[in-house]
């Protein structure tokens, strides 16, 4: 058994730290107060070919493992998990990746890629979550078109994107049967957004989105009708590794700041980390992050190792509900070890403590990747 990365991953993880700490530490801060995505830093990665590494050559995509995607994923959320909200592999261009015709791909797929354009995936709504099939987003053809009418919302990218991957009910009787993959692009007539403002993620856009009367062209139909449940599941798999290594690199940073902290501060003559609690604390933080890391880079090979994405499907849920559930204890560990001084708003800790809670809700609530697990289980 290797647990090593290949000195191809290694250099890029490399690359990605670099890249991290001189384009996006610098403008953190900013993003977050302003509550605004930095459009430039996707554009940067995607220039250097960092945005999508998994991607298809043919594309402009690296045509790397599976692991690199979430390398970019674990060193951008270790910065800002707000900022990695936004970039790298997402739902949205994986459907069209998998599912589109070569035409498509290289219309909303490649730009997408390079950096050059957002999308954003509209699935949610105001009544329909994790019950995904119960969407009441109606797509109604009419000759040439689709006219599509309803609203969504929590849509990542909604008011900075350049089109919308979006599900849509053609045939309410079917149920989840009847939901079908539309790209809508932002200059369509009807298509209005609204930002949402959030407890933490500050720096990742969100928005709410409504269709009045919007008339999509049948050609901007992604696969086949009533099959776009379907390619969310598939979609959704591959996403779950995307958020578990991000909660990787968000519990690595609340981690570290915690063991410096402990080193630094004095308390009763002696550093707070002398402390038996606070040492002990800090040792499980150690030990949960590695065996989470090693657990969501397994997912990852494996997913790049089978033939069908329901044979990771249990490992990939896996990985977001325990790194998930690391990822939330480590940051409000830290937050506590931090004590008045982490709650600051000049503190990263409390951001920290914030963003963790968005990842137990985020590609399906950790609630979910346990049902998924269970049913893969035969139960």
Same mark, same amino acid.
């Given at each position: 058994? @290797? ?21 996006? %530490?610098?403008? /953190? ?37 599976? /692991?690199? @995607? ?8 270790? /910065? +800002?998990?707000?900022? !990695? ?8 261009? @994986?459907?069209?990746?998998?599912? #589109? =015709? ?9 730009? /997408? ?5 957002? #999308? ?8 329909? #979550? ?6 009441? =987003? ?12 309803? &609203?969504? +919302? ?6 900075? +994107? &350049?089109?919308?991957?979006?599900? %849509?009910?053609? &045939? ?33 856009? =969100? ?73 002990? %604390?800090?040792? $499980? ?29 249990? &490992? ?17 560990? !830290? ?19 914030? $963003? ?24």
């Amino acid at each position: 058994m @290797d647990f090593e990365l290949s000195e191809e991953e290694k250099m890029f993880q490399q690359a990605i730290r670099d890249f991290c700490q001189k384009e996006i %530490a610098p403008v /953190v801060d900013e993003a977050e107060e302003k509550e605004e995505f930095p459009v430039e830093i996707a554009r940067k990665l995607g220039k250097f070919g960092y945005l999508w590494p998994s991607a298809p050559i043919e594309y402009g995509g690296g045509g790397m493992s599976k /692991v690199c @995607d979430a390398i970019v994923k674990e060193e951008t959320a270790y /910065v +800002c998990a707000g900022i !990695s909200q936004c970039l790298g592999p997402d739902i949205a261009p @994986d459907i069209i990746r998998r599912h #589109g =015709t070569h035409e498509q791909k290289l219309k909303w797929l490649a730009p /997408v890629i390079a950096g050059e354009k957002i #999308g954003a995936y509209g699935l949610t709504e105001p009544d329909a #979550g994790s019950d995904a099939a119960s969407i009441k =987003t109606r797509a109604v053809r009419k000759g040439d078109y689709y006219i599509v009418n309803g &609203d969504k +919302c929590f849509i990542t990218r909604g008011n900075i +994107c &350049d089109y919308v991957t979006l599900m %849509a009910s053609t &045939d309410p009787s079917k149920g989840g049967r009847g939901i079908t993959v539309l790209i809508v692009e932002r200059s369509t007539p009807g298509f209005s957004n609204a930002k949402m403002k959030k407890m933490g993620i500050h720096s990742a856009d =969100t928005a709410m989105l409504a269709f009045q009367d919007s008339p999509v062209p049948v050609e901007n139909l992604i696969g086949e009708e009533g099959r776009g449940f379907h390619y969310t599941l598939e979609a959704l798999d591959y996403n779950r590794l995307d958020y578990a290594a991000m909660t990787v690199g968000l519990a690595q940073a609340a981690y570290e700041a915690a063991l410096d902290y402990a080193k630094r501060r004095e308390q009763f003559g002696q550093p707070l980390g002398k402390q038996e609690r606070i040492s002990f %604390a800090i040792a $499980d933080m150690a030990t949960m992050i590695k065996a989470a890391r090693w657990q969501v880079y397994y997912a990852c090979w494996l997913s790049d190792h089978v033939e069908s994405n329901l044979e990771f499907s249990a &490992d990939a849920a896996m990985a977001k509900l325990f790194a998930g559930n690391v990822c939330m204890w480590v940051t409000q560990e !830290s937050l506590q070890i931090h004590g008045g001084h982490g709650l600051m708003m000049d503190s990263p800790v409390q951001r920290y403590a914030r $963003d963790a809670r968005f990842y137990g809700l985020m590609a399906g609530s950790l609630e979910m990747c346990q049902l998924v697990i269970a049913r893969r289980l035969g139960l």
